[in-house]
């Protein structure tokens, strides 16, 4: 079991604790489901509001998005819920992850990372219907602020009641501030709640109030402190593996010469395609100045290559976002696992307990099945030697008889 300080130092643990193929693997697997079916469901709506595909794939590429579109409701109802899938296959992802963390942290190193989602789907209404609760008493105020307001259209009466009864409005709207911020609250600490405790919804829920509550000035230091921390991380893998690309550009162009160079700019040519909706989002000062360190910001144009040189750029521009997505998936790993580590930190704080030091069901299940075999073992050593004894007298007759 790994010893932990409990406060603001061990937040700096989840860099390292990420950095790992399991669980950058683990995180990789759970966002690129949640990102296919996001994709899909995106450019569907954009087919029934009426828009082409090419038209929209220049535009958006590999991101696309349906804001600043004109679109139907039914458009916006298909975007909105791959949106939604997308932040529960993150939730799920997240909650795998943090699930491996906490399993190194206890020592347990022979684990898979089937096993680590087995968790995540096996406390699926936990992990999802913890927000949902959260987000269903925000509504259920909204719905009733709104009857409130319609039956303050009623001439004298209603107006009156406004007035005499705005100070419960105001309790009320201040309630629905405080449980938004109790909602992002649950997006982020829910599956690391989930991966370390195993509780179920109810528990969840009140985990997430009574963290923030217990502990608010801690919850929102360490945040910010793990923030930063993951977005070192995410800089430093994203500079060391652009570094790497220039070496591997270097040794093959050795070999090659001007047909890998040609081949390696149509790579980067369909890789500045896929992500050209990135340029409407970075298009910042501080991003085009040192974005060259993480990134290509450079305009690259393709060359007329014959198809067997195209099909390679293709696949090599594949690689590329797949080695992104990987990139992207440490980053969002870092932040996974440092939940896991907050929500650790902050159960001693305010409740004094050691996560890592609780039993969980496998473990005294298996501390049963021990003792039972021991016991076992005793009672079967017992019978062997009042065996053994009752049989001495019965040798001891014979011998006095012959």
């Given at each position: ?181 109790i909602l992002g609250v649950s997006l982020l600490l829910v599956p690391a709640i989930v991966a370390t405790t195993k509780e179920d919804v109810f528990e969840a829920v009140s985990e997430s109030f009574s963290t923030a509550t217990a502990q608010p ?119 996974s696992a440092g939940q896991a580590l907050i929500y650790i930190v902050l159960k001693k704080k305010k409740d004094d307990e050691n996560l890592l030091e609780r039993k969980e069901e496998e473990e005294e299940e298996e501390e049963e099945k021990i003792e039972e075999e021991e016991e076992k073992e005793e009672k079967a050593e017992k019978e ?19």
């Amino acid at each position: 079991m790994v010893s932990l300080h409990f406060n603001f130092k061990d937040i700096f643990r989840s860099a390292r604790l990420a950095f790992s193929l399991q669980r950058v693997w683990i995180q990789f697997v759970g966002l690129l489901v949640g990102y296919v079916i996001y994709w899909v469901l995106t450019y569907v709506s954009y087919l029934v509001t009426g828009l082409e595909f090419l038209t929209m794939w220049d535009r958006y590429g590999l991101l696309p998005c349906l804001f600043g579109i004109e679109a139907p409701w039914y458009s916006w109802i298909i975007y909105i819920v791959g949106l939604v899938l997308l932040v529960v296959a993150y939730l799920f992802s997240s909650a795998a992850v943090a699930r491996a963390t906490y399993l190194e942290l206890k020592g347990e190193t022979f684990f898979t990372w089937k096993e680590a989602y087995q968790v995540a789907f096996k406390n699926w209404k936990a992990i999802i219907f913890s927000p949902v609760t959260i987000l269903g008493i925000i509504l259920f105020l909204f719905v009733s602020g709104v009857i409130v307001g319609l039956l303050g259209q009623i001439p004298y009466v209603g107006e009156l009641g406004i007035g005499f009864f705005s100070f419960f409005w105001m309790i009320a709207c201040f309630f629905i501030f405080f449980l938004l911020l109790i909602l992002g609250v649950s997006l982020l600490l829910v599956p690391a709640i989930v991966a370390t405790t195993k509780e179920d919804v109810f528990e969840a829920v009140s985990e997430s109030f009574s963290t923030a509550t217990a502990q608010p000035w801690r919850l929102v230091l360490y945040e910010v402190l793990q923030g930063l921390v993951t977005g070192v991380g995410f800089l430093i893998l994203a500079f060391a593996v652009k570094k790497g690309f220039f070496i591997l550009r270097w040794i093959l162009d050795l070999a090659m010469g001007d047909k890998f160079y040609e081949l390696i700019n149509n790579s980067l040519y369909f890789f500045q395609k896929a992500f050209v909706g990135v340029e409407r989002v970075c298009s910042t000062a501080c991003v085009e100045k040192y974005g060259p360190y993480v990134t290509w910001v450079k305009d690259y144009y393709g060359y007329d290559l014959p198809v067997v040189m195209n099909i390679s750029a293709y696949l090599f521009t594949i690689w590329l976002v797949i080695i992104a997505g990987l990139v992207v998936s440490y980053g969002v790993s870092t932040l996974s696992a440092g939940q896991a580590l907050i929500y650790i930190v902050l159960k001693k704080k305010k409740d004094d307990e050691n996560l890592l030091e609780r039993k969980e069901e496998e473990e005294e299940e298996e501390e049963e099945k021990i003792e039972e075999e021991e016991e076992k073992e005793e009672k079967a050593e017992k019978e062997k030697e009042e065996g053994e004894e009752e049989s001495k007298p019965e040798e001891g007759e014979e011998k006095k008889e012959e």
